[in-house]
């Protein structure tokens, strides 16, 4: 706990022993009082992170439910910057597509900071992946000044750009899924070591709903048309049934079939069936309402649920559905090609 030295005594006389057992008795009282003391900080500490955990994991628990990633990435962002009080947060993800690693979501309270990409063979990127803990942004400033290393130069450099005190890798086993910016606390103390534990825990949770996001999304979608499928129908409708008698407000669903779908998978063979597939469900997304839900339920039928659409509205959209396969370029030169008239049957229930 400590070391306590004696000093010579003023009149440079000798020490009796009830001088060392007195001195004995308070060093023993103050261990005491320091034990004390530190069992109920640590219980503090305790009880006040218990309480956020939990918290957080209700917090992430609806979050999980939603398969808008963008809503997803805003929320994380949000749900750190409210228990860390901290003037910018942002959340980098990695992007395949372009080989990236690039801004999702960003909150600030003070000065704006610009959203960036940034290159997965970063330094600094290859260095969290490896170490897989968090990192200040002095340590590298540090190391980029001992070391006078291209490569911590350039993770400094970077640091400064996102505006980060803070780094904290997401890691999915050996990958680096992305990675959470903090900016300097508010005001001007440093951040308590019960906030860095909670963002340690809150990083700890975020990957591990993102990676269920990411396979969740993976599961529910139709590999071939791009459209949700079975799963997510069953779940979506039953949450938008629920919605629509809590609030009083109307539902539609329509069923979509392609007439004689058969026909060109008997004739033709399953590969020009899918070709058939994929021209009608993009005539039928030039046409359906942002908030509508596409989906393929099986083989040629596709249901869309029409949120807050009663009877007449769900007609109309049908409508458009419809006459958009009459109109559309490419069912008409398939339709042509093959000598069979492309069309669909739609019907509809509302409540």
């Excluded at 407000?249 to 994929?278: A, C, E, Q, R």
Aim: charged share 25%; hydrophobic share 40%; net charge negative.
């Amino acid at each position: 706990m400590g070391i306590v030295t004696y000093s010579n005594k003023k009149d440079n006389s000798v020490y009796h022993n009830e001088d060392l057992e007195l001195v004995s008795d308070i060093i023993k009282n103050i261990e005491s009082q320091i034990s004390f003391l530190t069992h109920t900080e640590n219980k503090v500490l305790n009880d006040y992170n218990l309480k956020h955990q939990n918290q957080v994991l209700s917090a992430l628990k609806c979050l999980s439910e939603t398969l808008d990633i963008d809503e997803l990435h805003t929320q994380i962002v949000a749900l750190i910057n409210r228990y860390l009080s901290s003037e910018y947060t942002a959340i980098y993800l990695y992007d395949k597509k372009n080989d990236i690693y690039a801004c999702k979501a960003l909150k600030h309270r003070g000065t704006e900071v610009a959203c960036h990409s940034i290159h997965k063979d970063n330094y600094l990127l290859k260095y969290i992946k490896q170490r897989k803990t968090m990192i200040a942004s002095s340590e590298i400033e540090r190391w980029a000044g001992e070391t006078q290393s291209l490569e911590w130069r350039e993770a400094a450099s970077l640091t400064k750009d996102v505006g980060a005190e803070l780094v904290v890798p997401l890691t999915d086993m050996d990958s680096l899924l992305g990675f959470i910016v903090i900016g300097k606390p508010k005001g001007n103390d440093p951040y308590a070591e019960n906030m860095l534990t909670m963002l340690m825990f809150i990083a700890d949770r975020v990957q591990i709903t993102l990676s269920n996001f990411l396979i969740k999304k993976t599961v529910e979608i139709d590999e071939m048309t791009g459209l949700y499928n079975r799963a997510f129908l069953k779940r979506r409708l039953k949450e938008e049934i629920k919605n629509a008698l809590g609030l009083g407000t109307p539902l539609s669903l329509l069923m979509i079939d392609i007439d004689d779908f058969k026909w060109f998978n008997d004739n033709h063979g399953y590969d020009i069936g899918d070709i058939v597939i994929k021209a009608v469900v993009n005539a039928i997304k030039l046409v359906i309402r942002p908030t509508d839900e596409f989906c393929r339920f099986g083989g040629e039928e596709f249901p869309v649920i029409a949120i807050g659409a009663n009877s007449e509205e769900s007609d109309i959209v049908s409508s458009r559905i419809l006459d958009s396969l009459r109109n559309n370029p490419e069912i008409k030169k398939l339709s042509d090609k093959y000598k069979r008239k492309i069309s669909i049957s739609i019907g509809t229930g509302s409540f």
